[in-house]
């Protein structure tokens, strides 16, 4: 079983820090497998910069829960200086639990599959280089076009 994690950022150096995010993620669970890293305009709240984001692939945790999880993806943001004053705005960092396997969890805090992972270019594309796709594909239907488009960087412009 896998856990799917999707990092984000579009404040500083936001390559730099999807690369600390990695690697604060690989003291905690066993990497799989990562996507290239991809560009896109913001989505939902608009007057912020572009984002890039990654997305990676673990091994499930058998030691922690996915609250458990998302707690600690919490405490890695604040470390890296998250602040949320806009919901949905301009980030150092974002970490949020895409897939924990085919589990659903529906918690206050938690909802997996993530609520909208498969409304978004930025998740679906990278989420394609992943092992762990070609389960999902199985399971669910995977949209073709996006209002907003992410690239990978090695591909813009």
């Given at each position: 079983?896998?856990?799917v994690i999707a990092t984000g950022s579009n404040i500083g150096d936001s390559i730099?820090?999807?690369l600390e995010a990695k690697t604060e993620l690989e003291?905690?669970?066993?990497?799989?497998?990562?996507s290239r890293i991809y560009t896109s305009a913001a989505v939902?709240?608009?007057?912020?910069p572009d984002f890039y984001n990654q997305v990676l692939e673990f091994q499930t945790p058998t030691h922690l829960s996915p609250e458990e999880v998302m707690t600690l993806l919490l405490h890695i943001e604040k470390e890296m200086g998250r602040t949320r004053n806009i919901t949905r705005g301009?980030?150092?960092i974002d970490l949020d639990i895409i897939f924990w396997g085919l589990s659903e969890v529906?918690?206050?805090t938690l909802t997996l599959?993530?609520?909208r992972w498969n409304q978004r270019s930025f998740i679906i594309y990278p989420l394609q280089e992943l092992p762990f796709f070609k389960t999902i594909e199985k399971c669910f239907t995977?949209?073709?076009s996006f209002d907003v488009e992410a690239l990978p960087i090695s591909d813009r412009n």
């Open positions: 079983m896998s856990l730099s820090h999807l003291k905690h669970f066993t990497l799989i497998a990562e939902d709240y608009l007057d912020q301009p980030r150092t529906n918690t206050p599959p993530h609520p995977i949209p073709k």
